[in-house]
């Protein structure tokens, strides 16, 4: 059974800095994309950015580039999410995901990722 858990949401002031991470259990492959959503109240889930646990390569929203930076260690199945120069419009529930890289890459989408954690919510105060 996959399971994905998210740790690190907090609240933090406008140009702070959070780490997210998930921890990814069970997933039947070692090669997989794994991705970062968000989601604020009446809106829909956004991705945030992706990334293929192969060769690392990455794909970031452009609202994020050069603010956040996607990570997975191999060893530990642990994917993060640093989020620095954060803003008050970054403020949501962030969620990790994890599917297949059928496609041969990892297209920053809600439907690239059949697995899902239960968010871990982010407030940053302006």
């Known amino acids: 059974q996959v399971q994905l858990s998210e740790s690190g949401g907090g609240s933090v002031q406008a140009g702070g800095s959070l780490k997210l991470s998930c921890v990814v259990s069970?997933?039947?492959?070692?090669?997989?994309?794994a991705g970062w959503f968000r989601q604020t109240d009446g809106k829909e889930r956004e991705g945030v950015g992706s990334?293929?646990?192969?060769?690392?390569?990455?794909n970031y929203a452009d609202s994020v580039k050069g603010r956040f930076t996607i990570s997975h260690d191999k060893t530990k199945n642990i994917l993060s999410l640093q989020m620095d120069g954060l803003k008050p419009e970054d403020a949501a529930m962030y969620y990790c995901?994890?599917?297949?890289?059928?496609?041969?890459?990892?297209?920053?989408?809600?439907?690239?990722?059949?697995?899902w954690g239960r968010g871990t919510q982010v407030t940053v105060s302006s």
């Open positions: 990334i293929y646990t192969n060769n690392g390569g990455v």
């Open positions: 069970g997933y039947p492959n070692s090669r997989y994309c």
């Open positions: 995901a994890a599917g297949s890289f059928a496609l041969g890459y990892c297209p920053l989408r809600e439907s690239t990722f059949s697995y």
